[in-house]
């Protein structure tokens, strides 16, 4: 990313970064959605369910659970090496909003590191040995998806209106730079 580009020439191809990010949410926020309806499933199936048709629910939901993995990771470090220190210029870093975000971050991280584990154990378990861990990956994936649900939440009402008002223009410029070095368009 040349970081020399002026206004004129990024004109056509900028979009705000807090848009980019809330965007991000809104993806995120639809795969949590189709994850939920499958584990929905999983909960009420009967343990006497044919074989084939768990192993291909739990397969499902093991990659699920990678992509979201994977999204969510790349989702984190464009906040935090992007927004969060232009952010922190206005509100501080410790003992405040940016340092609850982070702590929030390494939550999701270490629950969602939980589940996908889990899920990917409980496909190499045969249909009768996979009772106590199906609850396992059920539980973990609820409470994976509420903490998320709830993190996503407090960035749209509170820190991404906090940005929007305090950043400037070239601040805004400046982390719209750093997010597409991370993800190019
Ligand atoms: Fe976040
Ligand atoms: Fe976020």
Redesign the pocket.
Known sequence: MDHKLDLNQIDSIYQGPIDILKGEHCVILQRLEMIERTLQYLESLPSQTALKRCKIEQSRLRTWVDELSGQVAL??SM?EEALFPVLAEYIGREHGLIEV?LQ??ASISSALSDWKNAASQLCKLTVSAREGLLKVVIGSGHQSIALLRL?ISK?DQILFKICEVSLSEKEKIQVWKKLRAIVPI
Do not use: G, L, V
């Open positions: 989702h984190f906040e975000m929030e971050h993190h960035e």
